[in-house]
């Protein structure tokens, strides 16, 4: 195979890849054998054989190779049938199919004409410890005539380990040869050096572009970072679907990180290979490969190793940087990241709130603090770093993880973000989960650092669990409550918790109220009549903390449980409505298994037109049919945990702006219909692992946002 490279106008052939075992049929047919054909007979130095039956095997004579990751099936060969052919290898004759396998093979795309035709099929079979046998399969079940002139082995990318720093453009810098393609080679395809890089010709689904040999150890150097120009594709929403693979030595298995390429722009990616479920070793080589099955054609700008995420301007987002991984399904972004803001040099613009006729409640979780270590920042810079907020902290090294930084959740200068862009987009209510704790002398604890946020970062209080204030500057622009998120170790009730509530949270000016009542929401019923003692008990507490509110001039409290499923227990202890977290699987699932290291876990897969939008409006009838207008309708944009690694996640997929729009507007109509309070409450702002966030995003920029605005807030001519 030929490869010219074309150098500033000048054509330099690239090196002839390494003839490792040849078939040259015009010697005659040299022990090929033919299963389901004509008997094997040479004309004019071919080897010529017809279909007679299904199942058509043409198998090569034992012989003995070592095989590498380089290596290339090729065949010259014509056929009156167009169809698919596959290859298979064998390293043993033992088996029930003699050492063939579904595992072992490769497809190839046959056409039909006169004219010969050389197709190539890289098997990626270093695995095996030796091969000895191949076998080609014409179109399965077509009849036919064809005519074989040569089958060879070719071994492409020999030669010395070289660093994994390559720059592809006239005159730059870079491992292998002074120019062009710098070793690389496409065993399947073609390459071709032009003044902006290397051009990348792929024509089917299995061929690749490979690295030369190389001197890698992913665990100092866990990222590649590709600069590519993808082809433009009018398919999958713009972007074109690739993998970026790496073997284990010079002859391991190979393991593989799906990412998208960004159609028909230049993109700087980076990708991770550190952490793939059993990786182990140096890095042999690397392979990239487009995914969706089209004959496609690349540019490669540069491909590198490095410690972690590069662009240059990383921290702001540079345009086109994107993150991938292969521990989950795909999920939607935008084409490219829009620019991250530095906290210590931005402030929010002045606020031009978007009103509603509605009470647009967000969930808000806020324990994105140093010591939230196991489903924290570090894990989503880990396992899903392009779900990055828009907002970080360039001067705090303690929220730096996986190269890339974050912010705490309880800077003041994040939360004025946080409630400039929910103002700005008719959201109007925080709601903030809250985790109290118990102190050895059964005491209630408020130095949680989950609470740091509403405290601190709100309420503006100077540490965590400090006196109460009497007011906060969001006074007039953003109304807040509490759910007392009561799951363990948080469910414990401590002698000060209620009077905790009630001096402060209660008495801001602004804390929320319903028909006049502060509104307090408990995660779970179930809990609080346990840790209580008791319904009785239960039902006292909730006496204790109206009464105590009562004494404080507030109009007593209302009390809304999470979960609305047991009406007659909630009754009985004087809960005086209900809502919602989030509503997944409550329109049918699948479920499927996924291996993380050496544990499998399973994914509650449902879709998010077709099954969570009806589940949500089934749930909501059945609770308004209950509790009427004491429902306080709750709706879920997206949830995706597959990061967190749990033994059961909860994936939505095909969500989107455009489908939480239609689940919106559901909720309108229904709210109407149903004659309810004009409450909607959306999970979440920032649940980063579990895949639920509203907070502007690397993936989303303020899309979602731009939903709820679009559908809860009144036009621009009636503010």
Known sequence: MLVLLALGGMAVAAPEPAVVQEWSFEKGVQDWAGINTTPLEVREGALVFEVTGKDVQLISPTFDLKPQVGDCLEIRIKSTTEGTAEWFWRATTEGPYGGFSGEMRRQVHIAAGDDWQVLHSQPLWQECERIITVRFDPPEGLPGTYAVASVRVLRFGEGEPVAARFDFAAGGEGAGSAAGDRG????????????EGLRVTLPTAEARVMSPPLTLDAEGSPYVVLEATAPASPAWDGRVPAALEFTAGQTGKVYSRPFWLAAGRRGTYNLRMAG???????????????????????TLHAVRAAGGPESPDLAAGATGLEFQTGQWRREWRLPSAPRRTDL????????????????????YFAAWEPEYTWDGWK??????????????????????????QFYRSSDPRAVDWHVHWMREHAINLMLWDWYPMLGEDGAFKPDFFGNRALEVGFLGKSELGGPAVETNRFVGKMDFAVMWTNHGPHDRIGRGLVEYLVEHFFSQPNYYRVDGKPLLVVWSVPDLVKQAGGEDKAREVLEELRALAGEQGHAGVYVAAVNGAQ???LRRIGIDGVTGYHYAASGGHRVESRQIGDRTVQDLIEDYPTQSIPGHVSTWSGLADTYGRDYLLATSPMQNWEPTFRGTNIVMQNHSPDAYREMLSRAKAFIEERGLRRFVAIEAWNEWLEGSYMEPSTQWGLSYLEAVRDMLGKPAGEQ
């Open 184 to 195: 690389w080679t496409a065993p399947a395809g073609d390459v071709a050096a032009v003044e």
């Open 276 to 298: 793939v479920p059993g990786w182990e070793g140096p890095v042999g080589r690397l392979l990239l490969r487009l995914t969706h099955g089209l004959p496609s054609e690349l």
């Open 344 to 363: 210590t040099a931005e402030r929010p613009p002045e606020t031009h709130p978007v009103e509603s006729d509605y009470t647009v409640a967000m969930w």
């Open 567 to 569: 009406a007659e227990l």
């Open 379 to 404: 894990q989503v810079g880990e396992r899903s770093p392009w779900r990055l907020p828009l907002l970080y902290d360039p001067s705090d090294e303690a929220m730096r993880f996986n190269g890339i």
